[in-house]
């Protein structure tokens, strides 16, 4: 609920906030990375949806609301170059589900919107994390991030095992 001017001064308003997914239909390409996860999925849903600055992101670089069609922001740094990285929530299922949207330059998405899918899943030993990241505008651009998202995913589950 929004507050906007009406005819008796400012008040409550109902806003159609519907979530708007971006249109891979001309984007086939895609890839799907897992990873038996040593964290919770508590710990995990909120790595991805309030602490990038925690294993991801450039330190204060995060400007991130876990809320459904939220923008976000915030950079990575790569050898000496940041790396601006903007998008969007669609869908937030807490402990089981971050689905996001994700735009990124030249050497990334290549200014495509991508759709990132993180579920957590309870299996025996962990949690099974499987990423899936789909509408990518080239092979060039998806087999980067095949060769990415795993390193990134290492990355996550040594940090969080270093804060537990």
Do not use: C
Request: proline residues 8%; without cysteine.
């Amino acid at each position: 609920m929004l507050w906007r001017p009406g005819r008796h001064g400012y008040g409550p308003v109902m806003v159609d906030q519907s979530v708007r997914p971006p249109d891979l239909s001309t984007r086939p390409l895609e890839l799907t990375v897992e990873r038996v996860m040593k964290s919770s999925p508590s710990l995990l849903y909120a790595a991805w949806t309030q602490g990038f600055d925690i294993w991801f992101a450039a330190p204060d670089s995060v400007r991130m609301r876990p809320e459904v069609s939220e923008p976000f922001f915030f950079e990575t740094e790569f050898e000496g170059k940041r790396n601006p990285h903007y998008g969007r929530f669609l869908r937030l299922e807490p402990q089981r589900l971050v689905e996001l949207t994700w735009v990124t330059g030249e050497g990334g998405t290549e200014g495509a919107e991508t759709v990132v899918s993180v579920q957590f899943v309870k299996q025996p030993r962990g949690i099974r994390l499987r990423l899936r990241h789909a509408g990518f505008a080239s092979e060039a651009a998806r087999d980067r991030h095949r060769e990415a998202w795993p390193q990134v995913l290492e990355q996550l589950d040594r940090k969080l095992g270093a804060t537990d």
